[in-house]
C-alpha cells in the first residue's frame, strides 16, 4: 500500500507539504479534511505520483514510486482531480479512457477492455448515455461518468479529490453511495472532502491536515470526539450522531485563536 | 441494462463508425475529382486524353507532354502536400495548446519557417537544399518558443494569440528586410509572402516530401495520446500519458509539416486556421479521425483554390493566396456564428 515517509512537497520554492509520514490503510476508505490551502489537494497529487516530493520517499507497495513506469503506476492507482476540461467527447469514449494505461503499442481496445468499459459504465449506472456527449450531462451525472472511467482503470487504490463539490444533495449522495461500491469491490479509496458530515459518514478513517501537516489521523468518531476538528476550523461545533451520520447543528467562531495568525 | 438497450447503443455506435468511414471515403473521392481537375485545367488548354496519350506515347518533347509533367502534376503534388501538411499542423498545433484560435499562421510558426527559408536561401544561395532544412528549424523553434511560453508562463489562450501574433510581425518583418536587401533571392519573393503555386517544381519539393512523410507518420502516432490529453493534463498524466512528450513531439510534427509546406509554397495563411475547425464539425475531436479528416479537407481545399486561381482570369494567374481568404473567409465566419457563444474555444 502507498506509504509517505518525512515528505516534503510544493510547487516551485514554496513548500506546502512539511515532513507528512502517513500509511494509508488498505482497503478502507480514508478522507482527507482541513481548512483551506491546507495542503489536501497537494497531499493527494503527492500520494498519486502526480507531483514529485522534494524531500522524503513516496512508497507504493513495496517500491519507490518513482521507480514505477507511468503506465504501471496508472494500472495501480487512480486519480480523479477536481477542475477538468470537458472536452467534446461521449460517454463511452471517455470511460474507454480508463483502458489507456493497458493498451498496447498499437492502441487497439481488446474484448477484455470493452468488458471492463461496459461493466464500468453498467455499475455507475451511466450506460445508457453510452452515446450522449458528456457535456450536455449535468454535474453530478457528469461525475459518475468520470468515476466510471476511474473504475475502468481497474486500480488497487482509487484518489478522489473533491468528488462532491458543487453538486446537488441528492447527486452527493448518488456519488457517495458509488464510492462505497468501490470500497465493497475490495479497492483503497482516499478522498479531499470539504463536507465534515459526509467524511464522517462515509470513511472509516480521517486525516485532519493544518498548514501542511497532519494534526490526527482516527477513526471518523474518535477524532471528533477529541475536538481538534474545531481547533483546526476556529469553531466550537455542536454536533449530533444518529446512527452512522452526524449533523453539524451549530457552531460558533473562536475570533481569538485566528487573529494571531491574520 | 436490457438486451435491446443494450443492442440499440450499439448500433447507434456502428452507425456513427459507419458514417465517418463514409465521410473518409467521400474525400478520398472529392480529393481523385479534384486532381484531375487540378491537372486539367490552366493556361493551355490541352484535355486530359491529349496529354495522357503524350505521356503514353513517350513523346518526351511534345508540348503537352511537357506542360503535364513540368507543370501540371508538380502544380498538382505541392497543392496536396501542402494543403495536407499545413491542415495537419493546424490540428496538431490547436490540440497541443487546446486553443481553436491557435495555428501555425497565427502564432507564427509559418513566418519562422519562411524567415529561416528566406534566411538561407540568401546565404547559400548555392545550396537550394538546404532550404526545407532551414524552414523546419524555423518552424520548430517559433513552435517551441510559443509552447514554452504557454506552458512556462501560463498563458491565457488570448495573450497566447496575442504574443504569437506579435512573434509572427516580428518575423514576416524579417523576411520583408531580407527581400528588400536582396531583391534577387532564389525565393520569388512577392510570390512567397501571399503564398502559392505558380513557380513550384519537382526539384523543390524532393526533400520537402521526406519531412511531410515523417511528419504525418509522427502526427499518426500522437493521435491516441492526443486523444487521452484532451481529457486535461492532469486526468492524462493520472492515466499514465508522458504529457510533456505527447506535447513535444506533436510540436514536433508540426513545425516538420508546416516547415517542409512554407518552403515550396510560400506563407499560405488560411489553410491551417480554417481547416481543423470545418473538419471537428464534420470529424468530432477524435484525432483518429480528425487528422485524416483534416489532411484530406486541406488537400482538397487547396487544389480547389489553385485551379480557381488558374481558371477565374486565364490565362492570367490569379494569387491563390487572395482566393482562399475570398473563399474561406465567409465560410469561416459562418462556422463561427454557427456555435453557440463561447464554445469555439473548446
Known sequence: ????????????????????????????????????????????????????????AVIAAGRP????????????????????DIPSISVEG????????????????????????????????????AQREVRELSGGERQRVYLAMVLAQDTEVVFLDEPTTYLDLRHQFELLELIEMLHQR????????????????????????????????????????????????GVTSHWVQEGDSYYFTKAKLQTKERSGEQ | ??????????????????????????LISLLALFSLLSLRCGSQNYTLGEMFSALANGEAGSPQWRVFVYVRVPRTLACILSGCALAVAGTLIQAVLNNAMASPNVIGVNSGAGFFAMLAATLLPQMPKVIPAASFIGALCTALLIYALAVRRRLSRTTLVLAGVTVSSILTAGINTITLLFPDTIIGASGFMLGGFSGVTLEKMKDAVWYIGGGLLLAAAMA????????????????????????????????????????????????????????????????????????FMGAIFLLGCDVLSRVLFAPFEFPVGIIMSLLGGPFFLSLLLRHKRGKIYD
Not at chain 1, 514554496?14 to 490551502?37: A, C, E, H, M, Q
Not at chain 1, 493497458?102 to 450506460?127: C, H, I, Q, W
Open chain 2, 1 to 26: 441494462m436490457s438486451i435491446s438497450q443494450t443492442s440499440s447503443i450499439r448500433k447507434l455506435a456502428e452507425r456513427q463508425k459507419k458514417s465517418k468511414t463514409l465521410l473518409l471515403g467521400g
Open chain 2, 224 to 295: 491516441t495520446n492526443l486523444n487521452v490529453l484532451r481529457l486535461g493534463e492532469e486526468t492524462a498524466a493520472s492515466l499514465g500519458l508522458n504529457v510533456g512528450l505527447t506535447q513535444f513531439l506533436s510540436i514536433l510534427a508540426a513545425a516538420l509539416l508546416a516547415g517542409a509546406a512554407v518552403s515550396f509554397s510560400g506563407l499560405l495563411s488560411f489553410v491551417g486556421l480554417l481547416v481543423p475547425h470545418a473538419a471537428r464539425r464534420f470529424a468530432g475531436t477524435d484525432q483518429c479521425w480528425l487528422l485524416p479528416t483534416a489532411a
Open chain 1, 65 to 84: 514510486v518513482g521507480s514505477y513506469r507511468r503506465k504501471e503506476f496508472a494500472r495501480f492507482a487512480a486519480l480523479m482531480p477536481q477542475v477538468r
Open chain 1, 1 to 56: 500500500m502507498i506509504e509517505l515517509i518525512h515528505v516534503d512537497a510544493g510547487y516551485g520554492e514554496k513548500k506546502v507539504l512539511k515532513d507528512i509520514t502517513f500509511r494509508l490503510p488498505k482497503g478502507k476508505i480514508t478522507s482527507i479534511i482541513g481548512p483551506n490551502g491546507c495542503g489536501k489537494t497537494t497531499l493527494l497529487r503527492v500520494a498519486a505520483r502526480q507531483l514529485p516530493v522534494q524531500s522524503g
Open chain 1, 186 to 233: 475490495g479497492k483503497t479509496v482516499v478522498m479531499v472532502l470539504h463536507d465534515l458530515a459526509h467524511a464522517l459518514r462515509y470513511s472509516h478513517h480521517v486525516v485532519l491536515m493544518e498548514q501542511g501537516r497532519i494534526l490526527a489521523e482516527q477513526k471518523p468518531k474518535t477524532l471528533l470526539q477529541s475536538g481538534k476538528i474545531d481547533r483546526v476550523f
Open chain 1, 94 to 129: 471517455l470511460v474507454s479512457h480508463g483502458r489507456f494505461p493497458y493498451l498496447g503499442f498499437s492502441r487497439k481496445m481488446r474484448p477484455t477492455d470493452r468488458e471492463k468499459v461496459r461493466e464500468a459504465m453498467e455499475l455507475t449506472e451511466v450506460f445508457q448515455w
